[in-house]
């Protein structure tokens, strides 16, 4: 390639033109960055819920028929630990491209490994299976929080476009999440795929691993709609300058307390006499924020923000992703999944939050820009949000005591989702936007970890409360929803009573 010295300025398809705070060139007169990581996140998200929508039924299906045959303890010990793994991960992903890869490279490492797990899953073996995880969640650890934190960096301080911006991100996530079930659920358990693969002379009962494979065909997508794109993200997310030393020590640190907080989670699951340590998922952060917040600078003060809102994040997470545990078992075994005579599968109710995200993400997009400065700060959307998931569980307190009397509408469970998607799109990417406005420039793939950190420990917690479900006595689980919604309640208040500090340790950023 060359490029004239009276033109320093290189082709469109330069890494690093400089970025215009005017730029209206992408989605919805957004950054023309924003097109790229919306749709190479798009593929990301539709690999990882294409893939984890087969999990569990894969892990339990009997050998006969192709799976691993392992009983439904195993195999939810599994799903939960993968799913909190992928987003611990997220906190030496974000170190690794604060300090060594940047962010840019690290999205795009991570998308080949994960491809990479999707296709070893589609290898017929069971160490093959495992190396898929562990090569999904790897990648998911580069990718997920880097991604993340580039859209932030598409705009720049104080421009009112930055909510929208994620909301519409947001909606790209979804777009994958409520598609990718549709397709890999086709491969994996459909009768007609699997006269298809006898009619090509193949084994029917390997119809997981194609479902595995069509994540990794989506993840490729992503990979390359990633590259074609990279000059649309103008100077965002490169790497540490060359000559500034690189802290090995510390990142041996950040491995290290990954480690141990894995092993000690762990702990906490397989020992009853360590169960205790679930509490410091609140203290810890409790404290953090106590001992940043006294501390007399601005980056410590915006790092308590950060621990408020992740700890916000923790009890949301807690509640909201019982979906695929509480509320699938419910939608399975107490609802009637039938809709005007037309009888549904129970795995649907799956894509009923995505599709209310993309519905309704348009709407707050639209909402923020339109309030611009008026709009409601980060803590009292966080507030609203907590409010709106736990409204979702007081609504289910009436729905469990009809259960008494035999299966309930369908309608129950698709007015909980309305419910928790208005929440979540309060919190999730309005936390998102936060994160990357709180973090100090040189942290923010760390503070992204921390996010997505708070996502990990509420997956994992939401595996815990499930355990207290029951579908045989409708006024325990009534009981069951309602003492949540009180938790989620008392946590609401305890944050409005801090919203006005918490904006104070915001120190500006809106
Ligand atoms: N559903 C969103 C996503 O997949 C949020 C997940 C989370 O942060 N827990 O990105």
Redo the contacts with the bound molecule.
């Keep these: 390639m060359s490029s004239s010295p009276a033109s320093p300025l290189p082709s469109d398809l330069s890494p690093v033109p400089t970025l215009s705070p005017h730029d209206t060139g992408g989605l919805g007169g957004h950054p023309r960055g924003l097109t790229n990581l919306f749709f190479t996140e798009m593929w990301e998200?539709f690999s990882?819920?294409g893939m984890r929508a087969l999990l569990t039924l894969f892990m339990v299906a009997p050998a006969a028929a192709g799976g691993l045959g392992y009983d439904t303890k195993r195999a939810t010990l599994i799903y939960g630990t993968y799913t909190m793994t992928v987003?611990m991960l997220s906190i030496p992903g974000g170190f690794l491209a604060d300090n060594f890869l940047g962010a840019r490279a690290s999205v795009l490492y991570g998308g080949l490994v994960i491809a990479a797990g999707h296709f070893t899953l589609a290898l017929q073996s069971e160490s093959a299976f495992y190396l898929g995880l562990v090569l999904i969640a790897l990648g998911t650890g580069l990718l997920?929080p880097n991604i993340s934190s580039m859209v932030g960096s598409l705009y720049g301080n104080g421009d009112p476009r930055r909510d929208a911006g994620f909301s519409i991100f947001?909606m790209g996530?979804?777009l994958g999440?409520f598609s990718s079930p549709l397709l890999t659920g086709w491969l994996a358990q459909s009768d007609q795929f699997k006269v298809m693969l006898t009619g090509w002379g193949l084994d029917p009962n390997h119809s997981w691993h194609w479902g595995f494979a069509a994540a990794g065909v989506g993840m490729t997508c992503g990979i390359v709609i990633y590259i074609l794109q990279l000059g649309r993200l103008a100077h965002v997310g490169l790497a540490p300058a060359r000559d500034i030393p690189r802290p090995w020590g510390k990142l041996l640190g950040v491995l290290l307390g990954a480690a141990i907080l894995f092993a000690l989670v762990r702990l906490s699951d397989t020992n009853k006499n360590f169960a205790w340590i679930r509490y410091g998922y609140v203290v810890v952060p409790v404290l953090a924020i106590i001992w940043l917040g006294l501390k007399a600078d601005l980056d410590s003060k915006r790092l308590a923000a950060v621990f408020v809102f992740a700890l916000a994040a923790i009890i949301f997470?807690a509640i909201f992703?019982q979906a695929g545990s509480t509320i699938s078992l419910f939608g399975d075994q107490l609802t009637n999944c039938e809709f005007f005579g037309y009888k549904f599968p129970s795995a649907w109710f799956q894509s009923v939050n995505s599709l209310f995200v993309i519905l309704l993400a348009p709407l707050f997009a639209w909402l923020w820009v339109r309030m611009g400065d008026r709009q409601p700060s980060a803590p009292i959307k966080f507030t609203l949000g907590l409010v709106f998931l736990g409204l979702s569980f007081v609504l289910m307190v009436p729905a469990a005591k009809l259960t008494v009397d035999g299966k309930v509408s369908p309608l129950w469970i698709v007015g909980l989702f309305f419910l928790q998607t208005v929440g979540?799109l309060m919190l999730?990417p309005v936390g998102l936007s936060t994160m990357t406005k709180l973090a100090p420039a040189k942290l923010l793939g760390l503070v992204m970890g921390i996010w997505?950190l708070a996502?990990a420990l509420?997956?994992k917690l939401a595996g815990v409360l499930a355990a207290e479900f029951t579908s045989t006595d409708g006024n325990a689980l009534a009981h069951f929803f309602l003492v949540q919604a009180a938790w989620v309640g008392v946590a609401t208040l305890v944050l409005l009573a801090f919203a006005p500090w918490v904006k104070k340790l915001m120190g500006g950023v809106k």
């Design positions: 998200r990882y819920y987003y997920k947001y996530i979804n999440a997470w992703e979540e999730s997505f996502a509420g997956n």
